[in-house]
């Protein structure tokens, strides 16, 4: 969690063991990589300036090169050396070179939203993208990290932001939700996105809201940070981590960064939204659970009549306050005592039965998946009451949960499914790689002390018929003075290692990113 000097030329790295050369492409990864200016401190991960990564592969030769986002934000705050953009925890300062008058009257001017961009890669209509949760993009070059255009999904459709998490159908129709928020409150929107551009400088032109779902509290809507979806249906849960608007609005005025207007308050119920995908029609069915926090879904598919949603899951959803800075840099005692209030997630499976009428008995469960325990049970009221099933063994406690879930996606997504990839936390960062059977909830584990591996991505042999044929690409940071940073490359099959690359420079830990194949 230090700053780190960017590396736009393209270094050799040096390869241990073998990368298979029928692997081509290019592994992008994104996240924060400098965590001051001047004087001035970010307190939170999540506002770190976005540093681009860039892996490339071919013939089993690899190359390494990052560079940082030329946001506004990253290119106004260097001018200034000091922080001047707000960010999720951080509150930027009036300019000390103001009048009196000119810093008192900018404590009632609204945040401008940042276009630091540091979650992940995404794509809509071929074009390449990093985003954040805002309501601004950037468009970069895949080849060259060059930062494009800034893009604002406000002057396509009416949302405030958006999830750095869409979804593509094969076809590259893309699904994504955002946020908009009005003097009558908020609303969460689920946005289609058509997969070919109408002219050479289009970007989100033709997107559209299909559907727009009233929260439980116009005021205090729901954080998320995905959402998953199946063949025909796009399903968001509504947690009880609440945006309190109200304590947004005037965060400024009272010298709070945007993060403090969002908590967890459990004494709200989790609900299940579906909506068709095709039509628009939000379902009426209400499914409830207990309060659960999630950040990450793994997959959906449908089966006799029911959508099937995988996803990580916290019983605690404080843990977005848990990573600032200085809780990072802890060491020994002090960060033990982090670590341990911090709550595990966990993945676990909910059934929703899709076709639900006012004859079906109550008190029964509707779910008819034998392979499944999760349960849907009918209540008095006519709500859906979902108890999940873990998707693991007693095992997975011991390295700490898992997250940053990943799948073949290009296979598998909204489909069903047997394997998922992810990261373990003994950790308050992944310090080992997973791969579970959801059939066996057995699991295979790659792991090496002092050592912190990043989000897993799946890359398929080509023409394979397996599942699980292919490779796991792993970002590996270290603290360790002696050792280097490397790209780790595992067998999916077998979770062996085939081979690691090397880098002569050091790397911060990271959130997502995405493989190109040439």
Known sequence: MRSVEETPQPILTKVKGHIPKWLSGSLLRNGPGKFEFGEEKFNHWFDGMALLHQFQLENGIVTYRSKFLQSDSYVTNSRHNRIVVSEFGTLAMPDPCKTIFGRFISWFEMPRPTDNSSVNYVVYKGDYYVSTETNLMRKV??????????????????????????????????????????????????????????????????????CSIAPAEKM??????????????????????????????????????IADGINWEPQYKTRFHVVNKHTGELLPRQFYSKPFATFHQINAFEDQGCVV????????????????????????EGLDQIYNATARAFPRRFVLPLNVDSSMPVGQNLSPLSYTSASAVKEV???????????????????GGLEFPQINYSRCNGR??????????????????????????????????GFYPSEPVFVPVPTATAEDSGVILS????????????????????????GRAEVPVKMPYGFHGVFVPR
């Open 220 to 257: 205090k809507p729901s954080y998320y940070h995905s959402f998953g979806m199946s063949e025909n249906y796009v399903i968001f849960i509504e947690q009880p981590i609440k945006i309190n608007l109200c304590r947004v609005i005037t965060s400024k005025l009272l010298g709070k960064p």
């Open 475 to 498: 970002v590996v940071v270290t603290p360790l003075q002696n050792q280097n940073t490397f790209l780790l490359v595992l067998d999916a099959k077998t979770f062996s290692e085939l």
């Open 309 to 332: 949603f995988d996803l990580c899951c916290q019983d605690d959803g404080g843990s977005l306050h848990t990573y600032q800075l200085q809780n990072l840099r802890k060491a020994g």
């Open 141 to 210: 070059d895949p080849e060259t990290l060059e930062t494009k255009e800034k893009v604002d999904w406000s002057k396509f459709v009416v949302v405030n932001g958006a999830t750095a998490h869409p979804h593509y159908e094969p076809d590259g129709t893309a699904y994504n939700m955002g946020n908009s928020y009005g003097k009558h409150g908020s609303s969460y929107n689920i946005i289609q996105i058509p997969p070919q551009k109408s002219n050479h400088d289009d970007t989100l032109q033709g997107a559209k809201v299909l």
């Open 416 to 449: 069903k499914y047997r394997f998922f990839y992810g990261c373990g936390f003994r950790h308050l960062v992944g310090d080992s790689l997973i791969k579970i059977d959801t059939e066996t909830k057995t699991m295979k584990i790659w792991q090496e002390d």
């Open 381 to 399: 009221d006519g709500t859906i009451w979902c108890m999940h099933e873990n998707l693991h063994s007693e095992d997975l406690e011991e390295v």
